[in-house]
């Protein structure tokens, strides 16, 4: 077959006949791939202008719909993504990682999308800030999305997951993407974005696709656009300079050549849990994807007095995985991407063997179940050893993107630092130790060099995701030679294709910016009481003003009696007068919150369906016996949960004494329905 590109609405074949795909495993031909005559101005055109339009019209929760309904559809059709994934050399384990993984990706940010995201076309970042004395002139960051196009450039390992990682916090955003995904496995990626195409879920414009070269793409990039890239540091390097790139100031994120590290600590030895544990670790990072990932164990940083025992245990581990097709279910590890990869992975052994020992594999005779390895991209594990790692250097520099990894002996923590330090950044670590002293500090001493770090011992292996597990909750990505950028990382992924911005103004303008009501700003105190309005009839700044009520020695007594609660400062008057903070004996805080609430409460049955959670509580300051409470509630920010019957509202809740001074404020959570919910309930 011959892949399209997916242009301004429409597939589009290339000009020419392009370049040849081939199978990993036996060298087939599988696809022809060519973007020649794609308009690629045009396509950033129509991302800008029909694309990003049409997903600003939708709120965060809305986006975040369109992507659970995405990962339900492509779930789906994912028995066709997995058929086609044994082209690329991965077995099923492999393309669950990718396709699976993917997938889950997409949930993952729709659920984050929905739970900490307002349902709004404006992100609130923080609290306001109050930068004038009487409150007038008050300060709050807002993101809203970029309006340009975000270019996606990804590796050849993932081409599901590589595309939806990206994909996912770009359109929770409300920012169009042009994919572009390596060559060697577009197949694959063309194969997923046609089934997304085919849903009808995105709106026009929301997600086009380049299948071949990106042509002359980079020349009409503008300020607004956001470049994501993942592959080699070189390309990455060559895209960052260009003129285009350097005098728009294009956001430019990549994810570049990593040579990451698994440390086994100094009580890990033979026999002990984690010892086993890290042999198995190294194993899987060695052989999953044919060690083709971008966080697969490098450098394996062991004791040097257990140097020998990991050599032995890697060879004996790596001796018993079972190479051949990836269909078949009893091999272990598949093939490399392309022979062009095979090849490469060859040379760049040889560059490691000058100053490293080869101690297992690196042989061009091995066995295949089910393949013939020449014809195939089929590679056997090579484990390396170099006696004086401190002092070596192209196992610090060269990276062989397949099954290698090298042994590479300390003497103390602060060498295992110090080497971990040579890889010069990476993607992820990992901590093999009982010892969390231990871990403490080869963490605190490698960290700024890591953009993720696992710790891994007895008591959470099981749980564990691995050391190699990119998660859509924690950012991907590593300073240095690992490109300097991050992805994922919840919901600071999507703020990745936003706008920060400072707005300054009144309390009640930006208020109306962000949908949240700020001190300061107006309130609306009327007959009703918020607490008698539905969701759709409750407006920003309502307001109820309580009356007073004196607080009692007998109720600070009866409090503690009731709650069990008998803090000194609450019973023992001679103990709380030695307490630099009170004069005697003071209310508990919780008494105080609980008596707001008896003040500000409409008690009958009515739209607040219930109390879900406080926010923020601070105690500014005590309260004596004698002294009066009074609570001033206002609705500060709503949001609705679409088909729920009930909205979420939080109100903000201000607790003040006799004298009108502050002595507790935080924010009360409630779910009130909606008006055809209160409508239901009440017929």
Same mark, same amino acid.
């Given at each position: 077959?011959?892949?399209?590109?997916?242009?301004?609405?429409?597939?589009?074949?290339?000009?020419?006949?392009?370049?040849?795909?081939?199978?990993?495993?036996?060298?087939?031909?599988?696809?022809?791939?060519?973007?020649?005559?794609?308009?690629?101005?045009?396509?950033?055109?129509?991302?800008?202008?029909?694309?990003?339009?049409?997903?600003?019209?939708?709120?965060?929760?809305?986006?975040?719909?369109?992507?659970?309904?995405?990962?339900?559809?492509?779930?789906?059709?994912?028995?066709?993504?997995?058929?086609?994934?044994?082209?690329?050399?991965?077995?099923?384990?492999?393309?669950?990682?990718?396709?699976?993984?993917?997938?889950?990706?997409?949930?993952?940010?729709?659920?984050?999308?929905?739970?900490?995201?307002?349902?709004?076309?404006?992100?609130?970042?923080?609290?306001?800030?109050?930068?004038?004395?009487?409150?007038?002139?008050?300060?709050?960051?807002?993101?809203?999305?970029?309006?340009?196009?975000?270019?996606?450039?990804?590796?050849?390992?993932?081409?599901?997951?590589?595309?939806?990682?990206?994909?996912?916090?770009?359109?929770?955003?409300?920012?169009?993407?042009?994919?572009?995904p390596a060559s060697s496995t577009a197949y694959l990626t063309?194969?997923?974005?046609?089934?997304?195409?085919?849903?009808?879920?995105?709106?026009?414009?929301?997600?086009?696709?380049?299948?071949?070269?990106?042509?002359?793409?980079?020349?009409?990039?503008?300020?607004?656009?956001?470049?994501?890239?993942?592959?080699?540091?070189?390309?990455?390097?060559?895209?960052?300079?260009?003129?285009?790139?350097?005098?728009?100031?294009?956001?430019?994120?990549?994810?570049?050549?990593?040579?990451?590290?698994?440390?086994?600590?100094?009580?890990?030895?033979?026999?002990?849990?984690?010892?086993?544990?890290?042999?198995?670790?190294?194993t899987r990072e060695m052989t999953s994807k044919a060690g083709?990932?971008?966080?697969?164990? &490098?450098?394996? !940083? $062991?004791?040097? *007095?257990?140097? #020998? =025992?990991? %050599?032995?245990?890697? @060879?004996?581990?790596?001796?018993? +995985?079972?190479?051949?097709?990836?269909?078949?279910?009893?091999?272990?590890?598949?093939?490399?991407?392309?022979?062009?990869?095979?090849?490469?992975? &060859?040379?760049? !052994? $040889?560059?490691? *063997?000058?100053? #490293? =020992?080869? %101690?297992?594999?690196? @042989?061009?005779?091995?066995?295949? +179940?089910?393949?013939?390895?020449?014809?195939?991209?089929?590679?056997?594990?090579?484990?390396?050893?170099?006696?004086?790692?401190?002092?070596?250097h192209a196992v610090h520099s060269v990276e062989a993107f397949?099954?290698?990894?090298? %042994?590479?002996?300390?003497?103390?923590?602060?060498?295992? +630092?110090?080497?971990?330090?040579?890889?010069?950044?990476?993607?992820?670590?990992?901590?093999?130790?009982?010892?969390?002293?231990?871990?403490?500090?080869?963490?605190?001493?490698?960290?700024?060099?890591?953009?993720?770090?696992? %710790?891994?011992?007895?008591?959470?292996?099981?749980?564990?995701?691995?050391?190699?597990?990119?998660?859509?909750?924690?950012?991907?990505?590593?300073?240095?030679?690992?490109?300097?950028?991050?992805?994922?990382?919840?919901?600071?992924?999507?703020?990745?294709?936003?706008?920060?911005?400072?707005?300054?103004?009144?309390?009640?303008?930006?208020?109306?910016?962000?949908?949240?009501?700020?001190?300061?700003?107006?309130?609306?105190?009327?007959?009703?009481?918020?607490?008698?309005?539905?969701?759709?009839?409750?407006?920003?700044?309502?307001?109820?003003?309580?009356?007073?009520?004196?607080?009692?020695?007998?109720?600070?007594?009866?409090?503690?009696?009731?709650?069990?609660?008998?803090?000194?400062?609450?019973?023992?008057?001679?103990?709380?007068?030695?307490?630099?903070?009170?004069?005697?004996?003071?209310?508990?805080?919780?008494?105080?919150?609980?008596?707001?609430?008896?003040?500000?409460?409409?008690?009958?049955?009515?739209?607040?369906?219930?109390?879900?959670?406080?926010?923020?509580?601070?105690?500014?300051?005590?309260?004596?016996?004698?002294?009066?409470?009074?609570?001033?509630?206002?609705?500060?920010?709503?949001?609705?949960?679409?088909?729920?019957?009930?909205?979420?509202?939080?109100?903000?809740?201000?607790?003040?004494?006799?004298?009108?001074?502050?002595?507790?404020?935080?924010?009360?959570?409630?779910?009130?329905?909606?008006?055809?919910?209160?409508?239901?309930?009440?017929?």
């Amino acid at each position: 077959m011959k892949l399209q590109n997916f242009a301004e609405n429409s597939w589009i074949e290339g000009d020419d006949e392009g370049k040849k795909l081939v199978s990993a495993i036996d060298g087939r031909h599988v696809a022809d791939i060519t973007s020649i005559g794609v308009d690629f101005g045009g396509m950033l055109d129509f991302a800008r202008r029909v694309g990003g339009t049409n997903l600003r019209e939708f709120t965060f929760h809305d986006r975040a719909f369109m992507l659970k309904a995405l990962a339900q559809y492509l779930m789906e059709h994912k028995q066709e993504f997995y058929d086609l994934s044994t082209e690329t050399g991965a077995t099923k384990s492999d393309s669950w990682v990718d396709i699976d993984g993917g997938i889950s990706t997409l949930f993952v940010y729709s659920s984050k999308g929905r739970r900490e995201m307002p349902n709004d076309k404006v992100y609130l970042d923080g609290p306001p800030e109050k930068i004038s004395r009487e409150g007038t002139f008050t300060g709050q960051h807002i993101c809203t999305p970029r309006h340009g196009a975000a270019v996606h450039i990804n590796a050849y390992n993932f081409p599901c997951w590589g595309m939806l990682e990206k994909l996912a916090p770009a359109l929770l955003a409300g920012v169009p993407a042009i994919v572009k995904p390596a060559s060697s496995t577009a197949y694959l990626t063309e194969l997923v974005v046609r089934r997304i195409i085919d849903s009808g879920i995105l709106p026009d414009g929301a997600l086009q696709l380049i299948c071949g070269g990106v042509g002359d793409l980079f020349d009409h990039l503008e300020c607004q656009d956001i470049v994501a890239f993942t592959g080699s540091k070189g390309t990455a390097e060559m895209l960052q300079q260009h003129p285009r790139v350097i005098s728009e100031s294009v956001h430019f994120t990549a994810e570049t050549d990593s040579l990451n590290a698994s440390i086994l600590g100094p009580d890990a030895t033979p026999g002990t849990p984690e010892f086993d544990l890290f042999i198995n670790e190294v194993t899987r990072e060695m052989t999953s994807k044919a060690g083709q990932k971008c966080t697969a164990i &490098r450098r394996v !940083i $062991a004791p040097a *007095a257990m140097a #020998a =025992d990991v %050599v032995r245990a890697l @060879s004996s581990a790596l001796g018993k +995985i079972r190479i051949g097709h990836p269909a078949n279910k009893d091999v272990d590890m598949g093939a490399l991407a392309s022979h062009g990869q095979r090849d490469e992975v &060859r040379e760049r !052994i $040889a560059q490691l *063997a000058e100053e #490293a =020992d080869i %101690v297992y594999g690196n @042989s061009t005779e091995f066995e295949t +179940i089910d393949a013939d390895a020449e014809k195939g991209s089929f590679f056997m594990p090579t484990l390396l050893h170099c006696e004086r790692p401190l002092s070596a250097h192209a196992v610090h520099s060269v990276e062989a993107f397949g099954p290698v990894s090298t %042994v590479l002996p300390y003497e103390n923590l602060d060498e295992a +630092i110090e080497l971990a330090r040579l890889g010069g950044g990476s993607l992820a670590g990992s901590i093999i130790t009982n010892d969390n002293a231990v871990a403490r500090e080869l963490v605190l001493g490698s960290a700024a060099w890591h953009g993720r770090m696992v %710790v891994i011992n007895r008591h959470c292996a099981a749980e564990s995701t691995g050391h190699g597990s990119p998660l859509p909750h924690l950012v991907h990505g590593g300073p240095g030679r690992a490109g300097g950028g991050e992805e994922l990382g919840g919901i600071r992924g999507a703020l990745h294709y936003m706008q920060r911005t400072a707005i300054q103004g009144s309390p009640a303008t930006l208020a109306a910016i962000g949908n949240r009501w700020i001190p300061g700003g107006t309130e609306i105190v009327s007959d009703v009481h918020p607490f008698r309005k539905t969701f759709e009839q409750l407006a920003l700044g309502d307001t109820v003003n309580t009356d007073e009520r004196v607080i009692t020695l007998e109720d600070i007594d009866h409090f503690a009696d009731f709650t069990g609660d008998t803090f000194y400062a609450h019973t023992d008057a001679d103990a709380a007068a030695k307490n630099p903070f009170f004069e005697g004996r003071v209310a508990h805080g919780y008494l105080i919150v609980s008596f707001a609430a008896g003040l500000f409460v409409d008690p009958d049955f009515g739209p607040v369906l219930a109390n879900y959670g406080v926010d923020d509580l601070r105690f500014a300051q005590p309260v004596n016996f004698g002294d009066s409470l009074r609570v001033r509630l206002t609705c500060k920010q709503k949001t609705l949960r679409e088909g729920s019957g009930y909205g979420e509202v939080r109100w903000d809740t201000k607790v003040t004494n006799q004298d009108n001074e502050v002595v507790a404020t935080y924010d009360v959570l409630t779910m009130v329905a909606t008006d055809e919910e209160w409508r239901n309930v009440n017929a």
